[in-house]
Antibody, heavy 118, light 111 residues
Framework: QITLKESGPTLVKPTQTLTLTCTFS??????????VGWIRQPPGKALEWLAL???????RYSPSLKSRLTITKDTSKNQVVLTMTNMDPVDTATYYC??????????WGQGTLVTVSS | QSVLTQPPSASGTPGQRVTISCSGS????????VNWYQQLPGTAPKLLIY???QRPSGVPDRFSGSKSGTSASLAISGLQSEDEADYYC????????????FGGGTKLTVL
């Protein structure tokens, strides 16, 4: 059974760096074809894809946010970490991580709401 | 502004068939497969259709997907009240080193 759970701060101040951790079970990030992606959703708005990391450490980022994002994995801990620098109130959103099978985001975490406010 | 274009809303009565469109370009839908996600109110998205027309285990066959050129469609037949949700299309985009793109979402209302 594949499960994922996001964790991190619920409130960050403008200009701060956000660090989110996705802790998963039921699969290994050392298995060929497997990856973990991050997606966010501002309140009442659409999904926005942020980044993904594959089993072979291949990383892809949203072109519009690439300069602010870093994604890393710790295979031994079954964790993927996303950092986003220079946070702004427009970054207020629910952040989801999801299991990726080739290009299919087939299992999602419950999401974590991050509010950016001073 | 989402890369993939969906109608913001759709509606139907119980039992009806409803379709939701998703329009893209040659770098995304035109050259890659399309996924559809269903997001019930207050919950995380759920994979509904993958590889254009495949249903994960547990998804009713009332849901079907298709793709033609740079557009894709999700069809829901025998509409039920529990189908009221937001629906998103997504695809891989080959431009700019490759990334995932989502549609803006379609809110389906069951009248």
């Amino acid at each position: 059974q594949i499960t994922l759970k996001e964790s991190g701060p619920t409130l960050v101040k403008p200009t701060q760096t956000l660090t989110l951790t996705c802790t998963f079970s039921g699969f290994s990030l050392s298995t060929s074809g497997v990856g973990v992606g991050w997606i966010r959703q501002p309140p009442g708005k659409a999904l926005e894809w942020l980044a993904l990391i594959y089993w072979n450490d291949d990383k892809r980022y949203s072109p519009s946010l690439k300069s602010r994002l870093t994604i890393t994995k710790d295979t031994s801990k079954n964790q993927v970490v996303l950092t986003m620098t220079n946070m702004d109130p427009v970054d207020t959103a629910t952040y989801y991580c999801a299991h990726l099978e080739t290009v299919n985001l087939d299992y999602w975490g419950q999401g974590t709401l991050v509010t950016v406010s001073s | 502004q989402s890369v993939l274009t969906q109608p913001p809303s759709a509606s139907g009565t119980p039992g009806q068939r409803v379709t939701i469109s998703c329009s893209g370009s040659s770098s995304n839908i035109g050259s890659n497969t399309v996924n559809w996600y269903q997001q019930l109110p207050g919950t995380a998205p759920k994979l509904l259709i993958y590889s254009n027309n495949q249903r994960p285990s547990g998804v009713p066959d009332r849901f079907s997907g298709s793709k033609s050129g740079t557009s894709a469609s999700l069809a829901i037949s025998g509409l039920q009240s529990e189908d009221e949700a937001d629906y998103y299309c997504a695809a891989w985009d080959d431009s700019l080193n490759g990334h995932v793109v989502f549609g803006g979402g379609t809110k389906l209302t069951v009248l």
